[in-house]
């Protein structure tokens, strides 16, 4: 049937500090968005997530933020210069590079975190500066987007290479957004649920907004959590539906 | 008659703080070393450094660092795993190469920043870790060592290519260290004088120790600094006192 | 004739980085607003800081901030728990508290800075949050406020003392507010046109308008900047012009 | 019979960062030792540390570290001068105080943090500038130290209050000083084994070194980990023996 990739966002932990459960997402997941150091991470977890990454043949991409290590780059940092994001980006994307050949492995893509590519989905300048960014390092790099917004929309005035991704447990606006996490239903807490719904979104190429509404878009990959409770047994669980369904995981860049 | 690089560690400065005056000392030197963001230096500060360096027709190199912003890298950390402090660099040297190139401009060397420097060259394993990290990033790159040190050796070792640094006001001990600092004539602070010192420097080959021996060293490059008071006036002077004498200033990789 | 106090915001450098001119500036105002850590300074920045306030007779407060370095606390965050910015404010004036007693100092009043004051006067949450962290560490310390915002507001409903602060160098609109910075007109660059709207406000106990209106508001402090080059030579000017009156200087809380 | 307190060092958490179960840990603890920020903790963490700690009957203290944050406080830091740590630990200590009042609690003591703690225990000059910190922000405050150390010759020196601690865990070697952990037996894992060490501790109030000599010492307080696998299971262990034979667990500022 078809195929489609399953990401996480990992290499989270920072010094001591351990955030979600790598070792056990890498064996889960086909592509790992690796943090870089400015919402978190720092060049060991770097090292040590990219390196089990390869080891468990698992894609990895940079996963760059804005600079907010205490906020962990949820907080909402408005009216930043575009221009001036795009060099914390450069910064960060550069950085996954060498650390990832240290570690005998390669960044296929870059996926924005928090409230950076919140920020960007509605914001065309802020898009267009992250798609420069990711044009300046390397023009192979794949960008990681949510379809229908901003993002995809810079991605595809630039010629990138993209990405689209969706969110197994989260549900869906009219536009295409996701719903916001403050109104009853936004997430689906239920595993079985969110598989299905990830089954339905790869086999009929299309997100379903809460309204019914059926909006087609290529799904490329599917976003799993992986620093939550119970999120290694929900993604298994939406691992497993997908393939009992017969659709094929795999990096997206897998045949890069 | 002989040529010889001039260099200083620029782009030290960090968020609202200034550090140096940069846009002179980029008239001057003919090769900068830029802070990574790890004791100095942000996303911001290294593409402006970068791009300025390459307006000027500068040389850039990455100046990694321990992670120390509020010590500025000069606190004495010891007992860090150098496979750790290798990952470390391998991080920095990456994100310094791609600012580099959204700059327009690309790197070709790096020089440890402060403490980490000063531990190498006196700590076979760690100036060994260095070296590899540079190695692992791009062979290709120049590694910036004072001569006779850890350093030095670990770099041959590794089949790395070399600069070798003196400094023009700073005098040396018989085994060729600098004199430290706490000792009285450890640092020259006549301009003129430490002008007449370079020159001698770069004509004869050789270092001269505070005893008077000659040691014969490859004399790559010369390093001014950037951040003192005066040292606009001081670098200017080194650099006439050098062309006066037929020293051709150029940068050290002119060539490659 | 009357009298008014003088102050800036100093302590603004951090660990290598120096920023403003602290010993001159100390000897021209009569309070001192020293930063607390978190979007400059250091304890050694503040201990220094306060040390040289009591020695020059120059009263000193705590100036708080978001946690915001590398954005010197500019940056617009927003969307922080109130409650949480609570804590913040309750740690730094702690802090704050220490630090004066060591220096043989003590603080007399918070002033909050950069966005986080900014976006507080138009807050009643925020506002209330801040005012409540300053009861909460002491309720003999005086809470500077712009006139006629939530901040006032708030630090009357919670029963604070309060020091009411104009700007000699901004320009007021019809509400009371600063004219934002992008407007023409918003800052005063003559030292000598700021002085005399300082004398006049002092002088009328009002704030006056772009458009002329007259704002009757309590006058107690008046805001010079110190870390813009020309810091020492416009606050010398206001000074000297101001006492030239017959008004006379000396700190807000010099008869508590 | 006799009466102990037993601490733990808890409240290091970060932002989004979880480290070690303090809910748990302060049904246990009859005294918690609360990071603030500089190797751990944030204000947020270090208010509801103090909160929790106060429901529970649990006294709080500061748990001041050398600034480092990335190495949580343990990475070996030479060199820097005495007086510039005194800073340190006073802005810590006061932010504590502060922060203790507005969660309705108070703060007992100071403990020094990590490699701090263990510098000082050689250093009689860094041991000093930690006494004389503590002394600056209120000499009522106890300072918990290792005894036979230069921590505890320092604080009896300056007179302050003094709270004796020793480690179920640990083994001790002649001198009083804990094996290094490289040495093998330096850690007891079986928290059976460690409870047994602490009954005895505490009854005959006496430490025994690995050869087997009792040195007398008061026995004030016993340190169990917070931050480790199982620490919660063998805090339980080591408290039940401890009541189990007699021994009173309290804070040690308790009748303060």
């Known amino acids: 049937m078809g195929q489609v990739d399953l990401n996480a966002d990992l290499g989270?932990?920072?010094?001591?500090?351990?955030?979600?459960?790598?070792?056990?997402?890498?064996?889960?997941?086909?592509?790992a968005n690796v943090a870089?150091?400015?919402?978190?991470?720092?060049?060991?977890?770097?090292?040590?997530?990219?390196?089990?990454?390869?080891?468990?043949?698992?894609a990895v991409g940079a996963h760059p933020s804005l600079m907010d290590l205490w906020g962990f780059g949820r907080r909402m940092i408005v009216?930043?210069?575009?221009?001036?994001?795009e060099k914390l980006l450069i910064y960060q994307i550069g950085a996954a590079q060498a650390v990832a050949a240290a570690a005998g492995h390669r960044i296929t893509h870059v996926k924005t975190h928090g409230v950076l590519g919140t920020m960007a989905n509605e914001d065309a300048e802020l898009a267009t500066a992250i798609a420069r960014a990711i044009r300046t390092v390397d023009r192979d790099l794949f960008y990681t987007v949510m379809p229908l917004t901003q993002s995809e929309a810079a991605a595809e005035r630039l010629g990138l290479r993209l990405v689209r991704e969706v969110y197994a447990d989260r549900t869906y606006q009219e536009n295409g957004n996701l719903t916001p996490r403050k109104i009853p239903g936004a997430v689906i807490h239920d595993p079985a649920q969110a598989a299905e719904r990830a089954v339905r979104m790869v086999l009929e190429g299309a997100i379903f907004t809460t309204e019914g509404t059926r909006l087609p878009v290529p799904v490329d990959t599917i976003?799993?959590?992986?620093?939550?409770p119970g999120a290694v047994e929900a993604a298994t669980i939406i691992r497993d539906r997908l393939t009992e369904n017969g659709i094929r995981l795999r990096p997206f860049a897998a045949a890069d």
Chains 1, 2, 3, 4 share one sequence.
């Open 12 to 31: 989270e932990s920072f010094g001591v500090y351990r955030l979600g459960n790598d070792p056990e997402m890498l064996r889960i997941v086909t592509t």
């Open 36 to 58: 870089c150091g400015f919402h978190a991470g720092d060049p060991l977890v770097m090292f040590r997530t990219m390196e089990m990454a390869r080891e468990n043949g698992v």
């Open 79 to 85: 009216g930043e210069d575009p221009a001036d994001i």
């Open 223 to 228: 976003c799993v959590h992986g620093d939550t």
